[in-house]
């Protein structure tokens, strides 16, 4: 099993940044593919970006591309969610998550383990 615990949420004005971590702690970190994905009050949790397990390979969402970027530190046991020029609509729970085959995926229920989630506010 892998243990995650995502931090750098808050409150930002609209333009500003962002970066999330997820520390994993338990297997092997460089064994999973990892991923962001984010719940906005009353919507569905939806992909944001993934990242194979090696840092080759990253998966972005349309509404991210150009403003978010994903990568990890194997090293650190640790992925990382940098997000700039944030928009109202950004305002979501972030939550990290891991998938134990190494791959990047993009479907909540392709992933094995999750974290508890960090709040971003992106105030107008």
């Known amino acids: 099993q892998v243990q995650l615990v995502e931090s750098g949420g808050g409150l930002v004005q609209a333009g500003g940044s962002l970066r999330l971590s997820c520390a994993a702690s338990?297997?092997?970190?460089?064994?999973?593919?990892m991923g962001w994905f984010r719940q906005a009050p009353g919507k569905e949790r939806e992909f944001v970006a993934a990242?194979?397990?090696?840092?080759?390979?990253?998966l972005l969402e349309d509404l991210v591309k150009g403003r978010f970027t994903i990568s990890r530190d194997n090293a650190k046991n640790t992925v990382y969610l940098q997000m700039n020029s944030l928009k109202p609509e950004d305002t979501a729970v972030y939550y990290c998550?891991?998938?134990?085959?190494?791959?990047?995926?993009?479907?909540?229920?392709?992933?094995?383990?999750w974290g508890k989630g960090t709040l971003v506010t992106v105030s107008a």
């Open positions: 998550a891991a998938r134990s085959d190494g791959y990047a995926r993009r479907t909540p229920d392709d992933m094995d383990y």
């Open positions: 338990g297997r092997t970190f460089s064994y999973y593919g």
């Open positions: 990242i194979n397990w090696s840092g080759g390979f990253t």
